[in-house]
């Protein structure tokens, strides 16, 4: 089934600077995996002001589809959309509260608490939940840099003591091939783990975990916005379908530089950099060595081809 082509409203309107930071800027791929699906409820976890929201909740009024939103502190954008759109329903507690209750979702959106020790579980709740080819479409944000491999908290008490990394609090930025922080520059993460990498650290790292295992699922890392994850069960009965949607993408060379290209123009702005007796911020023109890997690894690919 196809739908008609759904309403998406600007990413921006609540990223004036221009991060990227919205899962709304994937959802032209998001939809055809719906669709794949035969999607008719879908929760989302993390919904915050409701962004993605909306763009979901116009697709599922297409689709004849339901959306639950999980946050435990929605913002009023979030709590109006829900009072106003039938298809949206606000459920206000955590994803470890909610998820081991909830009805079985067809698709399910993970965009809340990015740290190994909260991403582990919700994903283990799911597979647990629902063994095999019952599994739904598992959809993740901020499975590329600077979470892929970096904790980050809502609220650090609320997880268990042997899974937390130090906090960077206001001790500096972060910026990629930088693992630790950089005082004074960098994007700022002020409850962000204080390095980058090693074990139980990050949200990839989290679900690459839970995948090597449990045997027959398939995971599909696509590099843009900050990174767009799937995972599903290969004994389900639309895996192929969805593999067809999204399986070209996975960790596709061309979309990996312009991502690193991406994030470096954004990074840059915040880099401080010696000139003549002081510092002062400045463009640093020099590409970051990721992005000269992922040029590499393109020219190769058309070597080849």
């Excluded at 009072?83 to 206000?92: G, K, P, S």
């Amino acid at each position: 089934m196809t739908t008609a082509p759904t309403t998406v409203p600007d990413p921006y309107r609540r990223d004036p600077a221009h991060w990227g930071v919205s899962l709304a800027h994937m959802a032209p791929l998001m939809f055809p995996a719906l669709e794949a699906v035969g999607a008719r409820r879908i929760v989302e976890v993390g919904a915050y002001a409701g962004d993605l929201t909306e763009v979901l909740a116009n697709w599922a009024e297409g689709a004849g589809a339901h959306v639950e939103a999980i946050d435990p502190s929605p913002q009023p954008g979030l709590s109006e959309l829900a009072a106003a759109r039938e298809v949206v329903e606000l459920t206000e507690h955590t994803s470890l509260d909610a998820m081991p209750v909830m009805e079985r979702p067809d698709a399910i959106v993970i965009d809340g608490d990015h740290n190994y020790f909260t991403v582990r579980r919700e994903v283990e709740i799911l597979v647990e939940r629902f063994p095999g080819g019952t599994l739904p479409l598992v959809f993740f944000h901020d499975v590329c840099w600077p979470h892929a491999r970096r904790d980050d908290y809502f609220d650090v008490t609320q997880i268990p003591q042997e899974y937390r990394h130090p906090v960077a609090g206001f001790q500096g930025g972060v910026l990629p091939e930088e693992p630790g922080l950089v005082p004074g520059g960098g994007l700022f993460y002020e409850r962000s783990a204080t390095f980058e990498g090693g074990a139980r650290n990050g949200v990839l790292t989290a679900i690459e975990d839970v995948v090597a295992e449990t045997p027959g699922l398939r995971l599909v890392v696509i590099p843009g916005f900050f990174g767009l994850g799937a995972l599903w069960h290969t004994d389900a009965p639309w895996s192929a379908a969805v593999e067809g949607v999204l399986g070209p993408w996975d960790r596709h060379p061309v979309l990996e530089a312009l991502e690193a290209n991406r994030v470096h123009h954004l990074t840059r702005r915040f880099v401080p950099q010696a000139t003549g007796g002081g510092r002062a911020r400045r463009l640093v023109n020099a590409a970051p060595p990721v992005l000269r890997r992922a040029i590499a690894k393109t020219r190769a690919r058309v070597a080849r081809s």
